[in-house]
């Protein structure tokens, strides 16, 4: 089946800018996650909805991020006011229930540049 | 702050020989310690999971040491092949989110 999807796959952007990136989760997962990687780094947390419960924002570096999940499906992360420090690739995962946090299905990841 | 970590980036290792991969954590009320693999290219896969009562734990060609003694975490691959080259990550789990390390690199030699 469908996995899940994530795009654009690569976004270059001047700073300053405002940038959508968008997550299609696999269908029926409840769960979704939102991680950066940095090139060479490991993951870092931003953000994960569960539900319908409210999101947990605790990653999110600043106030220029934030999120949302429509209709319990696809996600759309949004940077605004870019920086170069912002240039890395954003990961989204989901599972399929809060049972399942630790299988997490990845999408490839959309490769941000903050020219 | 609290972090999972590991103690080598790169690992080398022949083809057909037993690989180990170690991580460090520093949070005792994790409650699940997870790997995954990442592929050049690709977003992080599953391999495996343990709970944090136990100390061990088999899959397919892999197998997870817990040690909370000492806070450590391993994972082991039998006869590593060409296809296990990828990056590696330990993660532990707080409650609904997963907290990753910084990722070994290994690479199979033929």
């Known amino acids: 089946g469908a996995g899940v999807s994530q795009s654009p796959s690569n976004k270059v952007t001047e700073k300053g800018k405002d940038v959508e990136l968008r997550c299609d989760p696999i269908s029926g997962h409840t769960a979704l996650y939102w991680y950066r990687q940095s090139l060479g780094q490991g993951l870092e947390f931003l953000i994960y909805?569960?539900?319908?419960?409210?999101?947990?924002k605790s990653g999110l570096p600043s106030d220029r991020f934030s999120a949302e999940r429509t209709g319990g499906s696809v996600s759309t992360l949004t940077i605004q006011r870019t920086q170069q420090e912002d240039s890395a690739v954003y990961l989204c995962?989901?599972?399929?229930?809060?049972?399942?946090?630790?299988?997490?299905?990845f999408g490839p990841g959309t490769r941000l540049t903050v020219t | 702050g609290e972090s999972v970590g590991l103690h080598l980036p790169t690992l080398s290792v022949q083809e057909g020989d037993n690989s180990i991969i170690n991580c460090a954590y520093s949070?005792?009320?994790?409650?699940?310690f997870i790997w995954y693999k990442q592929e050049s290219g690709k977003g992080p896969q599953f391999i495996i999971d343990?709970?944090?009562?136990?100390d061990k734990r088999q899959g397919q060609r892999v197998t997870v040491l817990l040690n909370k003694t000492v806070k450590h975490l391993s994972l082991q691959i039998a006869a590593t092949q060409p296809g296990d080259s990828a990056v590696y990550f330990c993660?532990?789990?707080?409650?609904?989110?997963?907290?990753f390390g910084q990722g070994t690199e290994l690479s199979v030699k033929p």
């Open positions: 993660a532990e789990r707080r409650g609904g989110k997963l907290i």
């Open positions: 909805f569960q539900g319908n419960s409210a999101p947990d």
């Open positions: 343990i709970r944090s009562n136990m």
């Open positions: 995962a989901s599972s399929g229930d809060m049972d399942r946090v630790n299988e997490q299905y």
């Open positions: 949070n005792s009320a994790s409650d699940y």
